[in-house]
């Protein structure tokens, strides 16, 4: 079912409203990601996702908005605000100029867009803060309101609106998508209909999945590293018995810290952990949120908290990449470090007594800089098993190679078509890969397998199967680019 509407120009298409807000209670749903906008506007999207909140659960309607100020190099960036030229700022200025209240309250905050927003309008006005302000955009007709935050060290708008599970109506999702253009309206130079002839097409892309992307990674896929796969499936057991453990006085592991180089298999160990207990997997990914968190940081990762402490199936929490929260941030006195500092500490308080209060709950966190890891976290007994995970061995690697070669070809060959030749030396790929880590190898597939689809798409299909040699090939152009 397709709903449309106009908007200041623009046709409007709301494909199947129903559907994206089911699925949003499952995954996030992103929307939008390939609708263009008129300069400076480089990008709006939306994601609609659902929250366990302490008023109950719901949906939640985030929007991202970008414009091309943001492409450049972050000192320039920062002069282009300060300069007035930001497209934020000028949004401010416009509607402090129109008498808008909600936009003074903004500005009041926004540190260098403010300086720059009064300066424009000739005002001299101290400014108190450079903490991210918050504002609202409403939408009369959907009854809905959002809170919107001008990020000025992102530099990046953000709309957000929340709306209780049992309560939310495709009508939220078409209000929340005026809103949107709303705000990107507003950032457009003056115009009564700044989106003439536009379209926008809201709806579930279908990304073509191949089968062997599927999260149902499992332990068994997983080449050399015997002993750590064998720990994991202990502590899977653990677990999956707490009656057991409970009879014996017995308390399984509650936080695993996995180290190691990139591209060794920490991510994927962790998910493959998350099947084994048959838990549901919930990842935090650092690089991602901790913007987020230099504004919002304390109050971010208490969230994350608060929500583990109510799922109710078993949950594996994995801090992907978690870096500078669990290694020394050290004593810097900049914003940044005081924030990573903030959430460091809270972080190691709430795992002192997560497990009693969820024992659902299990927590992984990797890093790549073992090096760094502030000892206090093991000590304490918040990570009670801190897991190495090295670059794999000759006869590792052979067996990552086996272990690949034998997925792929198991989600690809049927009959008439055979992917890989017979008679393969794992052993000597193994050698010929020194140095090598499991996502190295897993290029050098995937770079024979792009090679032997290109033939195939010049040639009509008469293409050998890959070979030793093809392999052999492959390996020596990645080490050559190392
Ligand atoms: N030991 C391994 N066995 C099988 N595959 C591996 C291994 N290590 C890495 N890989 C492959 O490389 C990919 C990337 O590894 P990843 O788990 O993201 O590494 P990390 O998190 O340590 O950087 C994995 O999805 C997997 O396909
Ligand atoms: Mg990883």
Redesign the pocket.
């Known amino acids: 079912m397709t709903e449309s509407f106009q908007y200041a120009g623009a046709t409007v298409e709301i494909v199947d409203a129903g559907t994206i807000l089911a699925a949003a209670r499952v995954n996030p749903v992103e929307l939008l990601r390939r609708a263009t906008f008129p300069s400076p506007v480089r990008r709006a999207e939306l994601t609609v996702s659902s929250a366990d909140t302490p008023e109950g659960p719901m949906h939640v309607f985030a929007a991202e908005i970008g414009t091309t100020v943001n492409d450049l190099p972050h000192k320039e960036r920062i002069r282009a605000v300060v300069l007035g030229n930001d497209p934020v700022g000028i949004l401010l200025a416009k509607r402090i100029a129109a008498g808008d209240p909600i936009a003074t309250r903004i500005v009041d905050g926004v540190g260098t867009a403010a300086v720059a927003a009064y300066r424009k309008l000739g005002l001299d006005r101290p400014v108190t803060s450079a903490e991210p302000e918050t504002g609202y955009l409403a939408d009369a007709a959907g009854g809905l309101q959002a809170t919107m935050t001008h990020d000025p060290a992102a530099g990046v708008l953000r709309l957000r609106a929340e709306v209780p599970r049992d309560e939310v109506q495709p009508e939220h999702l078409a209000a929340m998508v005026r809103l949107v253009l709303q705000a990107v309206v507003e950032l457009l130079p003056p115009s009564t209909e700044p989106l003439t002839g536009r379209r926008y097409v809201v709806s579930r892309e279908t990304i073509p999945r191949v089968a062997t992307t599927t999260q149902e990674?499992t332990l068994d896929?997983?080449?050399?590293?015997a002993p750590v796969v064998a720990e994991l499936r202990q502590i899977a057991v653990s677990f999956r018995h707490p009656e057991a453990m409970a009879r014996w006085g017995a308390r399984r592991p509650q936080g695993i810290l996995m180290y190691?180089?990139?591209?060794?298999?920490?991510?994927?160990?962790s998910r493959a952990l998350a099947n084994e207990i048959g838990a549901d997997f919930r990842e935090i990914r650092t690089p991602e949120i901790l913007d987020k968190w230099l504004g919002g940081s304390e109050r971010n990762i208490k969230q994350v908290f608060r929500d583990a402490r109510r799922y109710r199936v078993p949950t594996l929490i994995l801090f992907?990449e978690f870096d500078s929260i669990i290694s020394y941030a050290g004593s810097g006195g900049d914003a940044a470090s005081q924030a990573i500092n903030a959430v460091a500490g809270i972080f190691k308080q709430e795992m002192n007594d997560l497990i009693e209060a969820n024992p659902n709950v299990i927590v992984v966190a990797?890093t790549?800089f073992p090096h760094r890891v502030d000892d206090s976290l093991i000590r304490s007994g918040r990570f009670d098993v801190k897991l190495s995970?090295p670059k794999?061995d000759e006869a590792?690697r052979a067996e990552?190679f086996r272990?690949?070669i034998a997925q792929l070809a198991a989600a690809h060959e049927e009959p008439g078509f055979t992917m890989f030749a017979d008679g393969l030396d794992m052993a000597e790929l193994g050698r010929l890969s020194h140095g090598m880590?499991?996502?190295d190898?897993?290029e050098v597939l995937r770079r024979v397998q792009l090679t032997k689809a290109m033939q195939d798409a010049r040639t009509g299909g008469m293409v050998e199967p890959i070979s030793q040699q093809d392999l052999r090939e492959s390996v020596a152009e990645l080490l050559g680019q190392h």
């Open positions: 990674v896929q997983v080449g050399g590293l190691g180089p990139p591209g060794t298999g920490k991510t994927m160990l992907d990797t790549n995970i794999p590792s990552i272990k690949m880590t499991g996502a190898i897993k």
